[in-house]
């Protein structure tokens, strides 16, 4: 089992980790204000008397002495670069380790480096992750070192390697570190996030271009649908190029992930790498969850029912700006609504595409009116000006969020107004029961969402 080991940066704080339950502490000498000369605190132990190891930190020090103390005052082990000239000076006492703050080698050059760093003890890899790429080198390295079956640690660091600490027990590591509130490596957890999270938390997360991934809400609303179901559970971000989608089934399966939500630009790129589509992401020509059994599935259109919950389109003229995957969910759920759809497109031929996939008739930009009796902005950018389309009364939305120039105007205009974030929250609320089987709480994601907007919805 993984021993959950607490880096702290001052003495007094290895205490109280071992009282919240820490398996090890590690002490970051080298990041102390100043080494004090009573290593004392070395010597660790549970309330209950039992001892507690200790590990001796101080990266670039060449002074054998330092650490001859720490061992002295009580440490069982020294952290010690691959590269130091004290690599092999402390037998059956040390993690010889190495770390790479540029990249992640591949598999097999892991392998090489560890094998390496087994020769003077506990192995230890930690590696900059910025793909998914890099953490399947990771994975696969770790595979072979437990077969093995000697102790190792692997670590990604930064914030795509946080998968690797949060499943530090599927990798097999040794150890997995977690700080006492002030990090001491890029991407460590707390120790209250990982004893809440506990051994085997949910992990799902969010794939997409690195711009999209960014400026997403889903890891805060998801956050705190866990909390509210009573959840251990974690949802983190990977940004993957176009290349990389065909790994993404692998690295669910490599990491034991439950479930991914998938943005721009890849919901229709998935499809063909998903060994089951469900009639919804059928429909919608769109994968935009999916569940640990490699499922793929649209909850978009869940979400673009939540935009209209103040509207019904039954019988009524509504104009579609955009064709893309988004347009297409919403068309599906608007013909299902029995509206009479009509479909707007800085490209013609992709509007008539879709108006014939939906029963409805595309429109040139040049022949829009002011005859419609909603208008769905279902595009990154609208394909027109809002006076081209609006008056008042009519019912306007927008899958955009918190809040768009299009909006603002139909507002001025004597419009009625719905933002993307109802359809964020209910489209996540329909990704968070499939991975979980239990009902999200809409309004928490939907209040979560609100409060993370900067200035909040208008």
Known sequence: MTKICAAVTNPGDGISAVRCGADAVEYRLDLF??????????????????????????????????????????????????????????????????????????APEILELMRDLSDSGLPKGAFSVSSIADLLSIADAAAVLRKAGAPFILIGMGTAGKLT??????????FTYVSNGVSAAPGELTFAETRALTQHPMVTGLVGSREAVKKSLSPAMHRAAFASAGIPGIYLPFAVSDEEVSLIPRLMQAYGIDGLNVTMPHKKRIIPYLPVISESAKRAGAVNTVTRDLAGHNTDITGVKALFSGFSPAGKRVLLLGAGGAARAASVYLKDAGAKIFVANRTFEHAASLASFCGGAAVPLSGLAHDYDAVLVASPVSPVLPDAVLKEGVFVCDMRYPDSDFLQEARAAGCRTAT???????????????????????????????????????
Request: net charge negative; aromatic share 8%.
């Open 165 to 174: 600490r949060v499943r530090a027990e599927t990798l097999g590591s040794y």
């Open 420 to 458: 993307g974030i109802s359809m964020l929250a209910a489209q996540g609320a329909a990704s968070f029961t499939l991975w979980t089987g239990k009902e999200a709480d809409i309004a928490v994601m939907n209040d979560t969402v609100t409060n993370e907007v900067p200035g909040g919805v208008k």
């Open 33 to 106: 204000a100043k080494v004090p000369d009573d290593l004392s605190f070395f010597r660790c132990s549970t309330p209950e008397g039992e001892p507690v190891p200790t590990i001796a930190t101080f990266r670039g020090l060449e002074d054998t002495e330092l650490f001859e103390k720490a061992f002295e005052a009580g440490a069982a082990l020294a952290d010690i670069e691959g590269t130091s000239s004290l690599r092999d000076e402390f037998p059956g006492k040390t993690i010889c380790s190495v770390h790479d703050f540029e990249k992640t080698p591949s």
